[in-house]
């Protein structure tokens, strides 16, 4: 019995289909070379923001001992950055308070955000202080907030990190591929602070575990508004 022969039409479409299969895995084989040593280098430079984050610690307490054995007092530099966080509504706010608050992304309250300090945001801290609280974060509290709570601005939406290629696509141009360097860049407060902050979106925090003391008191008065320092890395984690 004779073998049927495939027609033209069907030789000519099989052919086109392996043809299409490997140029797609030829693709993919390059995407995956091309991510392996996108992961390696993001790898290295974790490593060497860890390394820079140790010698800083460490040259600090190097310095509080030096000065405490030569009978000094150390006085660390002033901070670069600052947590700010939304305590009140929108009631009975003055219109440069709320105007403030609105040029801080801070909308509703329980919102926050990073902002670098300098004369101009230490004096619109100054005006706002009865309807918000800041500080100075540390890094575990700049990362856990990114990782946890870290939305991007893409193209005027809210999209979620969950992958180093959101953070590329609007960053990349400034050295910012993955989530690391953005951590790096906001507790840093580094040449593109301003780039990375506005990239991401203000953070919605949860009503602080405990509750809150009196919203209308300021801090050093037993209450909660105004500025906590150190002390605000204890209540984001509350909040967080």
């Known amino acids: 019995m004779a073998v049927p022969v495939k027609p033209a039409s069907l030789v000519k479409k099989e052919k086109r289909n392996a043809s299409i299969a490997a140029k797609k895995l030829s693709l993919i084989q390059k995407k995956k070379a091309i ?72 909308r509703q309250i329980n919102n926050a955000c990073f902002i670098k300090l300098n004369k101009a945001s230490k004096e619109m801290l100054r005006i706002a202080e009865p309807f918000i609280t800041y500080g100075y974060p540390n890094l575990k509290t700049v990362r856990e907030l990114i990782y946890k709570r870290g939305f991007g601005k893409v193209n005027g939406q809210r999209i979620a990190i969950n992958e180093n290629a959101v953070i590329e ?22 040449p593109h602070f301003k780039q990375a902050n506005n990239f991401l979106w203000h953070f919605k925090l949860s009503c602080a575990k405990g509750g809150l003391r009196k919203i209308n008191n300021h801090f050093v008065e037993g209450g909660d508004f105004g500025n906590r320092e150190h002390f605000i890395n204890a209540m984001v984690r509350r909040m967080n």
């Open 169 to 190: 696509q609007a960053l990349g141009k400034y050295g910012i591929t993955c989530v690391e360097d953005l951590i790096h860049e906001i507790y840093t407060v580094g």
């Open 35 to 106: 991510s392996l040593i996108k992961r390696r280098a993001i790898i290295k430079r974790t490593a060497q923001y860890y390394k820079q984050y140790e010698a800083q610690d460490k040259e600090e307490i190097r310095l509080r001992r030096e000065a405490k054995a030569n009978g000094n007092y150390y006085v660390p530099a002033e901070p670069k950055l600052a947590l700010v966080i939304r305590l009140r509504g929108v009631n009975n706010i003055a219109p440069k308070p709320r105007k403030i608050l609105k040029l801080l992304r801070l």
